[in-house]
């Protein structure tokens, strides 16, 4: 039973396009993330939201767009693409907003801009 | 400015011999950190954690190793396992604040665990 599930695993899309990628998680976590993990290999925080209102937003372009229609969901909708979004992107949630605590991971999407 | 810094891309070992796989930080308002997993095409998976107030959090055979005066963390796995053979990531968080647990990554190290 997936705790924290993504959807679509690969996305290959042309510049652009909108497209969404979908989140949701069981664990009954109050916080749920985005990460997005480039061509460099690091993972990197994009959003954050807790029981559906946005707390963290790393300086993220305005066509990336976050949408939390309850708790156990986090959508990311990402507006006119661009090459240089091709990368993976990681959903997460966590119990607690901060503490010390840890996040579980979803599988990851692999975009791909062409 | 990478704030957590895994200096070592890869790192082979032999089959029951030691790993040590290291992480070394530069925000000193980090005081939670965290060693994650990583297969092919998965997400990361939690492997182990300390806090600041402690200097070892052991869990079978992975042992955490926090250095806070060297902004220095390392994880041990004893004995190693073809098994274990993935990406390893360090990460930091400030649990207070508004960092919301925010974790901060560093670039992964490659094991591979030879037979």
């Known amino acids: 039973d997936t705790a924290v599930s993504q959807t679509p695993k690969y996305l290959v899309t042309q510049m652009g396009n909108d497209k969404s990628i979908k989140c949701e998680q069981n664990l009954g976590h109050d916080t749920m993330y985005w990460y997005k993990q480039d061509s460099k290999k690091f993972l990197k925080i994009m959003f954050s939201?807790?029981?559906?209102?946005?707390?963290i937003n790393e300086t993220v372009p305005n066509r990336f767009s976050p949408k939390s229609p309850d708790k156990a969901h986090l959508n990311l909708h990402i507006n006119s693409l661009e090459l240089g979004d091709s990368a993976v992107y990681f959903c997460?949630?966590?119990?607690?907003?901060?503490?010390?605590?840890?996040?579980?991971f979803g599988q990851g999407t692999r975009l791909t801009v062409v | 400015d990478q704030q957590v810094k895994q200096n070592s891309p890869s790192l082979s070992v032999q089959e029951g011999r030691i790993s040590i796989l290291n992480c070394d930080y530069t925000n000193s308002m980090f005081d939670y950190f965290l060693w994650y997993k990583k297969y092919p095409a998965e997400g990361p998976t939690f492997l182990i954690s300390?806090?600041?107030?402690?200097d070892k959090n052991e869990d079978g055979r992975f042992t955490v190793f926090l250095n806070k005066s060297a902004k220095h963390l390392s994880l041990h796995i004893v004995p190693s396992q073809p098994g274990d053979s993935a990406v390893y990531f360090c990460?930091?968080?400030?649990?207070?604040?508004?960092?919301?647990?925010?974790?901060?990554f560093g670039q992964g190290t490659i094991l591979t665990v030879h037979p």
């Open positions: 990460a930091a968080s400030v649990s207070g604040g508004t960092s919301y647990g925010k974790l901060t």
């Open positions: 300390i806090s600041s107030i402690k």
């Open positions: 939201y807790n029981n559906k209102e946005l707390i």
């Open positions: 997460a949630s966590s119990q607690l907003p901060g503490g010390w605590t840890e996040a579980f």
